[in-house]
């Protein structure tokens, strides 16, 4: 969207929080779980356990970028967003099991 100059959706304030992940490092994560072979079943979450405001996330592209990004401030929020809203945090639970199978988001 970005890159076609076109307008970026935000619903609400921008105060929402997420557990932004890189998708390579989720990529990596799963293939390293993939060649795992210390158990037969493990729950992992991949994620960095650490959330970041949309507001912030948007001002470190505007600074890596540099460029103001049009930002579409849109009126309907649809009610799986605002469900997504009341958890907090919205990230499963840091597991140590990430450095057994050698990965590291």
Known sequence: MINEGKAIPVFGDGTTR???TFIDDIIAGVSAAID?????YEVINLGES???ELR???S???KELKQ?????????VSILQRVMDIIDPPIGPPTPEKPKIGFKP
């Open 18 to 20: 997420r557990d932004y």
């Open 50 to 52: 650490r959330t970041v």
């Open 36 to 40: 795992f072979t210390g158990s037969d």
């Open 68 to 76: 103001r990004l049009d930002i579409h401030e849109a009126a309907i």
């Open 60 to 62: 470190l592209l505007e």
């Open 56 to 58: 912030e996330l948007i």
